[in-house]
């Protein structure tokens, strides 16, 4: 009785971890297309490859609701040479002071990762603060697990 029960219950778990890996790979290849979408009409289809790499570690580190790219990329401004790329994150945990900024480059573009809690972004829109407004009135999702 015991050995069936075990074998339902590995059979359930392997199920329910298909599904998460299928999803996970989904949102994934939807985060590609979105990347390619955005960085082939400004010409930049060299930062594909690395911003999605650093996205996906990005994604598996921090366990997003939401990724966003705003600012001159999101809105096909992008300047190589003069813009960076600015990404925002949202999460559903508070972020401590020390760890809500992240500043690297790929290629020889700066990146800018805002790391923000969903509690937090829905104070800052509340108090009309300019980079999360235009975030979410201009940004891409390129990655949403709600």
């Not at 069936?4 to 329910?16: D, T």
């Amino acid at each position: 009785m015991h050995g069936q029960l075990y074998l339902h219950i590995n059979i359930i778990v392997k199920m329910m971890l298909k599904r998460h890996w299928e999803s996970q790979q989904r949102l994934l290849n939807l985060l590609k297309e979105r990347l390619r979408e955005i960085l082939s009409s400004i010409n930049a289809q060299d930062l594909i490859e690395p911003l999605e790499s650093f996205l996906e570690k990005l994604i598996a580190e921090f366990k997003p609701l939401r990724v966003i790219i705003v600012g001159s990329l999101a809105k096909r401004k992008f300047i190589r040479g003069l813009s960076d790329i600015d990404i925002l994150v949202v999460v559903n945990y508070e972020v401590p002071r020390d760890k809500r900024f992240i500043l690297t480059s790929l290629r020889d573009v700066d990146v800018e990762i805002t790391i923000v809690s969903r509690h937090e972004l829905e104070k800052a829109l509340e108090e009309d603060r300019e980079f999360y407004v235009d975030a979410i009135k201009y940004g891409v999702t390129v990655f949403s697990s709600e």
